[in-house]
């Protein structure tokens, strides 16, 4: 077996492993809808988790109660999983935030596994307030996203959005926006 595969496996027992618990916090999180800038459940319950599993985690990051960033690995190289939590007024996790929490769980497990191996750090962004508060927006003018290459939960089967490492000749481009090299980072250009 290639060392790829064996790290794909590995990587999907750890996820296999943890099933049911990653199940368990998303019904959890669902059944206890919090509005933006108000998960304090839902984010403390996201960041146990991490911690549980070997996180180093920092709660209330950037100046905000209910965001969290938990890190593991020491690579040069610093890859951020998104994850959201918070619900809709009146209607709750209609948007499936209590599934996009857990998914991003699960890549952190599987993640934290290879961090060493691949030389990369992994930083799990528990991001407050997506439906209408602007929490990555807040996190982002304060410095929390601060990675090579940012993949939010939706999107983790498709090209990442921002790397260090573009493909040459081309720039990266993230959902229209032209990004431009900066202190060693791709960030997005105003023109």
Sequence with gaps: MTAAASAKEAAARSIT????????????????????????RSSGWCADFLDTHGYS??????????????TAGSGPLTIAICAEYDALPGIGHACGHNV?????M????????????????????GTPAEEGGGGKILMLER??????????????SRQPCATS????PLAPRCHGLTLRRMSGRWLPSES
């Design 106 to 125: 699960g890549a952190a497990l599987a993640l934290a596994l290879l961090a060493d191996d691949l030389g990369i750090t992994v930083r799990i962004l």
């Design 57 to 70: 985690v920092e709660r209330g990051t950037c100046d905000l109660d209910t965001a969290f960033a938990a």
């Design 143 to 156: 410095g929390c996203h601060a990675v090579d290459l940012a993949q939010s939960e939706a999107k983790l």
């Design 165 to 168: 490492r573009p493909p040459a």
């Design 100 to 104: 996009i929490a857990s998914a991003a």
């Design 17 to 40: 492993g943890t099933e049911a618990s990653l199940l368990e916090l998303s019904r959890l999180i669902h059944a206890n809808p919090e509005l933006g800038f108000e998960e304090e």
